[in-house]
């Protein structure tokens, strides 16, 4: 029984990390607004220094492996 609470952990631990490469969880269901920022932040910061067209297709990369479905703003 030790064992498999120790597994259900461990399993429990990496599938919270699985998609947090960069260190910001993609959102979920019911994101709040403050949520949504801090993937805007996020990848503005991740995609800062490429070149206009770059850019916007890196913040496009980057609002949808976080689950946000919006249009980026590269301003």
């Not at 492996?65 to 919006?70: A, M, R, S």
Request: aromatic share 8%; glycine share 6%; proline share 3%.
């Amino acid at each position: 029984m030790k064992r498999l609470a120790i597994l259900f952990g461990f399993l429990l631990s990496f599938n919270v990390f699985a998609d947090a490469t960069d260190g910001v969880k993609p959102l979920g269901a019911s994101a709040t607004e403050a949520q949504k920022q801090v993937i805007r932040d996020a990848a503005q910061d991740s995609c800062d220094g490429k070149e206009d067209d770059d850019k916007e297709e890196c913040v496009m990369d980057y609002f949808a492996n976080h689950n946000l479905e919006e249009e980026p703003s590269c301003d």
